[in-house]
């Protein structure tokens, strides 16, 4: 009796089982969105990366900047105060008050420490007048030197004269301290003081300061 020969079957256990067509496994399919993040990462430019860094990363000020910002402002605030004392004139314009101070810093390397020392002085000695402080810091040329200059400044609103101290800065024209003295009897003078044949008008009358 004939046997019948073994067939041997193709989806025997020993054979892999092929997959479908598009169909993954899950542990295939993490394994390209790693490798694709991967790729993306290292695609990105080197300057992109830096410009995400910094942004990133919160700005931290110089170490001492806040200690020199108020060291500044303390010595503008003294200054102003300086000057009302030397003007005699209690309300002062911070902005031309700003713009002397730089000016005569530049002019001068040592006068922002004259200057302080000068208000220093003031406070020590309790002088509430500029006639006499400048009597008591007489023999001082070099605070004496300050105390002209600041003045100067404030009434004429131009720091420096063109000599050896370099040339001279506008700081003010109007707001020059002279002008105060006659504002209330002349005009500030300009290139027309008023429209064209102001001249012919009959000028207002003012009354005499006693």
């Known amino acids: 009796m004939k046997q019948r020969p073994v067939v041997v079957d193709e989806r025997s256990s020993n054979q892999p089982t092929s997959e479908p067509p598009g169909a993954f496994s899950a542990s295939r399919r993490k394994l390209m969105l790693l490798a694709g993040a991967s790729f993306a990462l290292t695609s990105i430019p080197h300057w992109l990366q830096q410009a995400s860094a910094q942004n990133l990363t919160p700005a931290v000020p110089p170490a001492g900047a806040n200690n020199q910002q108020q060291t500044a402002q303390t010595a503008q605030t003294n200054f102003m105060a300086l000057s009302a004392l030397l003007t005699a004139t209690p309300k002062l314009n911070p902005r031309t008050g700003a713009r002397i101070y730089s000016a005569l810093s530049t002019q001068a390397i040592e006068f922002?420490?004259?200057?302080?020392?000068?208000?220093?002085?003031?406070?020590?000695?309790?002088?509430?007048?500029?006639?006499?402080?400048?009597?008591?810091?007489?023999?001082?040329?070099?605070?004496?030197?300050?105390?002209?200059?600041?003045?100067?400044?404030?009434?004429?609103?131009?720091?420096?004269?063109?000599?050896?101290?370099?040339?001279?800065?506008?700081?003010?024209?109007?707001?020059?301290?002279?002008?105060?003295?006659?504002?209330?009897?002349?005009?500030?003078?300009?290139?027309?003081?008023?429209?064209?044949?102001?001249?012919?008008?009959?000028?207002?009358?003012?009354?005499?300061?006693?």
């Open 112 to 210: 922002e420490k004259q200057a302080a020392a000068l208000w220093q002085y003031s406070r020590d000695h309790k002088i509430e007048d500029v006639d006499n402080l400048a009597s008591a810091i007489a023999s001082d040329s070099a605070l004496t030197l300050v105390l002209h200059r600041i003045i100067s400044a404030w009434y004429l609103g131009v720091v420096g004269d063109g000599g050896v101290t370099g040339g001279a800065k506008v700081i003010a024209f109007e707001q020059a301290l002279m002008f105060d003295q006659v504002r209330d009897a002349v005009v500030v003078p300009t290139y027309c003081r008023a429209a064209p044949g102001y001249w012919v008008t009959q000028p207002a009358v003012l009354k005499a300061r006693v």
